[in-house]
């Protein structure tokens, strides 16, 4: 069955001053469909196509360039537009709260070491805040679309946070400003839906 670009929940506009408009509209109606139409195209008529996009990157050879690539931004973007609300910001409560106090010190010092991993990703890819079964949280980065589930990427766990940090996710507004575009996300963050993935993934 094919994958089908998921709408979002709120109107393109929703997220600014900190995200604009034009950049949600192109991001999504043209980047993640384009992954998500070479994502179908590419596992036709192959045994991938009766799995889920978790099963296919858990299972993902990597030397299969058009479904690491489409599947994972199928994926990331897919994660991206559902960790982010109009009525986000703040900070996390309950048992995501814990264990992020538990594995940075305080949210704080979380917010400075995802902000860093973000920053820090040469050219494309995205920072990631990821759960391991038990329910410790931990931040890392990775190229391209890249993400946590496929196998032997250097980053493990399940994601329930990331960040796009490729120039389209940012540079209509932000030009060479990555920092300030990371800054603004935090704005954004749907606390309430990563602490859902949190308790999903722990
Ligand atoms: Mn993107």
Known sequence: MAFELPSLSYAYDALEPNIDARTMEIHHSKHHNGYTTNLNNAIADTPLADQSIEEILNGLDLENKAVR????????????WEVMSPNGGGTPKGALAEAIDSAFGSFEEFKTAFSKAAATQFGSGWAWLCVQKGGSVEVCATANQDNPLMPGIGCGGTPILGIDVWEHAYYLNYQNRRPDYINAFFNVIDWNKVSDLYTAGA
Do not use: D, M, P, V
């Open 69 to 80: 690539n489409n599947g994972g931004g199928f994926y990331n973007h897919r994660l991206f």
